[in-house]
């Protein structure tokens, strides 16, 4: 995986998260601020957690990159706001790409600081899916990942994916490949054909 | 207090927070992760908030064990679903030692890095009560400890007693069992008792 | 600006602000645990996210100060419970002095671990604007902030105020001064005139 895709994957999945971050925001009649800012902590949330748990500098504080993402999504959505509906499709596979990218992020910044893979998971876990946890927070709703369908646990499995192709010998950059690809095609498996995990009580779901 | 005792509630605490984000969890009907995640933030919420204002590697990354607690206590929660509910004062007792015990180990951490009396009091109060908070605020429900009974307010007597103890010479081992103890009983007598703080205004009461 | 100045614009702005967390905390019915810990996260809850992302240590922790300014709060919100209400033209100023000075602590914060003026811009704004929606997040309403009027954006113009005074080689006191005064003028302005930011959508505002 050369440096140029994983950038250009990286900015494509921020902006696919802002985006995200920036419907909810406008469905809720936030202001132009507010809506930013719920972008951007939908964006760079779960990078952010990473990185203080890492106890790393924030990486959105040593580029301007991921702010001005977040601002040109911003752009984009007052400006095709009603396009955005109908190209849910679109969003939805970038929104995948990131969640796969992001995970692979995760993991190799814990690496590099010395934790071992159980650790470098959850981080991979943590860096994809808590923004959207942080997003819904703050909206005041009760997150969505707590009940949809299978997507941290996307991150989960194609974490372990990682390490079982890099302890077999498989080299660093065809592992990343391996765990981004399984990660983004069981998110897109699992929503295609309508695959959950079972909730935690079955008795009345009245949900 | 010998390292095994303090080993022994510190895992029996983390098992009885992670309960009591997963039931709540299963009350509201979330999938087998998203109740892993709020047991998991319930139990060591509050520590890994302390250990990232005290500028020290969260504790539950050094070690498999608390990922793992949570694991065999949502094991637990889906294998004796319909017990948990018969046995909630165990389960009451098990919360009031993990919470004594939460707040000892917040105060030596504060102490092992410098700081004064008055912030290991506040981190032992934060390692014991913040989880709660956080859980409640991630599953979007108005935390409990802003009205309930006597909780946080324990852990900061307790901490007191702790300094006081201290301060008359009485030997490090035997300031923690005191405030440990303390905790546990202000706070199990506390709600056999029904003892409240007051409300800050007392006008309308109308929840 | 003297320190002195600047300390007591600090601790009238950390008043303000505990009590604008301890009014809706009353508001809610908390016990006087909860709206203390409310009315502190409010006033000190900005400052420390920016501390950690910046990897300084809280400076809440380092002095009693805040949480004696708090529990100052506290007691003056009980004995003038019902002075409070009327006096809501004085809170507004004092949160508007506290908003600007705080920003400004942001601002040198970042500056003297050698963050670059775009940094230093986010972190005036949320510490002046975060510990506002983390007492909303956590008293499980939506963030005004997302919504209301004119707020963080007067941290944000009063920031790029505070780098354009200092390229043109006004003294460090001097942009201080300016952009505290600008970020407390916009704010009163904003509101007396009822300027707002332009809300994401505006095809069916329906709230």
């Given at each position: 995986?050369?440096?140029?895709?994983i950038?250009?994957?990286?900015?494509?999945?921020?902006?696919?998260?802002?985006?995200?971050?920036?419907?909810?925001?406008a469905?809720k009649?936030?202001?132009?601020?507010?809506?930013?800012?719920?972008g951007?902590i939908?964006?760079?949330?779960?990078?952010?957690?990473?990185?203080?748990?890492?106890?790393?500098?924030?990486?959105?504080?040593?580029?301007?990159?991921?702010v001005s993402?977040?601002?040109l999504?911003?752009?984009?959505?007052?400006?095709f706001k009603k396009?955005?509906?109908?190209?849910?499709?679109?969003?939805?596979?970038?929104?995948?790409?990131?969640?796969g990218?992001?995970?692979?992020v995760?993991?190799e910044?814990s690496?590099?600081?010395?934790?071992?893979?159980?650790?470098?998971?959850?981080?991979?876990?943590i860096?994809?899916?808590?923004?959207?946890?942080?997003?819904?927070?703050?909206?005041?709703?009760?997150?969505?990942?707590?009940?949809?369908?299978i997507?941290?646990m996307?991150?989960?499995?194609?974490?372990?994916?990682?390490?079982?192709?890099?302890?077999?010998?498989?080299?660093?950059?065809?592992?990343?490949?391996?765990a981004?690809?399984?990660?983004?095609?069981?998110?897109?498996?699992?929503?295609?054909?309508?695959?959950?995990l079972p909730?935690?009580?079955?008795?009345?779901?009245?949900d």
């Amino acid at each position: 995986m050369s440096i140029d895709i994983i950038t250009i994957f990286d900015f494509v999945g921020t902006f696919a998260f802002a985006i995200s971050g920036l419907r909810l925001a406008a469905a809720k009649h936030f202001d132009l601020f507010g809506a930013f800012v719920v972008g951007f902590i939908t964006a760079v949330g779960g990078g952010t957690l990473r990185d203080v748990l890492l106890d790393l500098p924030p990486f959105w504080m040593q580029t301007p990159t991921y702010v001005s993402i977040t601002g040109l999504a911003l752009l984009f959505v007052i400006i095709f706001k009603k396009q955005t509906v109908k190209i849910d499709n679109t969003f939805f596979v970038f929104d995948a790409i990131g969640l796969g990218l992001f995970a692979i992020v995760g993991i190799e910044k814990s690496l590099s600081v010395g934790y071992p893979a159980w650790v470098a998971i959850i981080m991979g876990c943590i860096t994809g899916a808590f923004g959207g946890i942080l997003r819904d927070t703050f909206i005041n709703e009760e997150p969505l990942l707590f009940r949809r369908d299978i997507y941290a646990m996307a991150c989960i499995a194609g974490g372990i994916l990682f390490f079982v192709l890099r302890n077999i010998g498989i080299s660093e950059g065809f592992c990343q490949i391996g765990a981004a690809v399984s990660i983004f095609l069981t998110r897109i498996l699992c929503v295609h054909f309508g695959v959950n995990l079972p909730l935690l009580t079955q008795d009345k779901n009245k949900d």
